[in-house]
């Protein structure tokens, strides 16, 4: 006989209200910084009067902060990963174009105003933190736009490639960045950031960046062929 678990009211409301803690500490991390938030900062902002509250639900603080990281990178990886489908699919990715949309939109997709932000700010202040709390397998899909982008810059040493992507990487986290702080600024405008058009841009931008003609010496390309070799890692999820 197959016994089903049902789930209580008290089991959701537990669940909703972990998911509640979770969303506001996302949000303050990416406002001031993981070390600038304690635990008291998160149960007062989530509305908790019990203080213990992430204690409650997560442990930790560092639980709650590995837990945040999990829920983007999760996502994050399965948006990616639906997107390489459809372009695969279709013989594509056909273009340097193609694959660099699918890591801005990817991250345009993920709900929320709060994640780049924080896992930008979080990959530079604990990186040791942040890349043993990422399991492997949730960057795979980053791991496969490097290969497409491997493959339509056969003009490139791999050396070269790899150091241009470690270029990618820090300006996808760092203009998505400043994109998503301008945009949660509610007090005025920000028509730069909100057009659609300046998203195209910063596509056209990375593309032009990786396709850009090498214009070194011989022996400059040697050293940054011995340096680049290997697999370049990301700083971070985004980039």
């Not at 938030?37 to 560092?62: C, M």
């Not at 791999?158 to 203009?175: E, K, W, Y």
């Not at 600024?185 to 920000?190: A, L």
Request: hydrophobic share 45%.
């Amino acid at each position: 006989m197959v016994r089903i678990k049902t789930v209580s009211g008290e089991d959701v409301g537990r669940g909703a209200a972990a998911e509640h803690i979770k969303r506001v500490a996302l949000r303050l991390f990416a406002e001031r910084g993981v070390d600038g938030v304690t635990v008291r900062d998160i149960a007062a902002a989530a509305g908790q009067k019990n203080h213990g509250a992430v204690s409650y639900h997560f442990g930790s603080k560092e639980a709650l902060v590995r837990a945040v990281v999990q829920d983007g990178a999760v996502e994050l990886e399965r948006l990616r990963n639906t997107m390489l489908d459809a372009l695969e699919a279709d013989g594509g990715p056909h273009c340097i174009r193609d694959v660099i949309s699918v890591l801005i939109r990817s991250v345009m997709a993920l709900p929320g105003e709060h994640y780049v932000r924080f896992i930008t700010m979080f990959g530079m202040t604990h990186r040791d933190l942040m890349l043993d709390a990422i399991d492997p397998e949730w960057n795979r899909a980053y791991g496969r736009c490097l290969d497409h982008l491997r493959r339509l810059l056969p003009q490139l040493s791999p050396g070269l490639q790899n150091q241009r992507f470690v270029f990618m990487g820090a300006s996808l986290s760092a203009i998505l960045s400043a994109r998503e702080r301008a945009l949660a600024d509610r007090s005025r405008s920000h028509p730069m950031w909100s057009a659609p058009e300046s998203l195209d841009h910063f596509v056209q931008m990375l593309a032009a960046m990786l396709e850009a003609p090498v214009g070194l010496s011989d022996e400059a390309v040697r050293q940054l062929n011995m340096s680049g070799r290997g697999s370049p890692h990301p700083l971070g999820l985004v980039g």
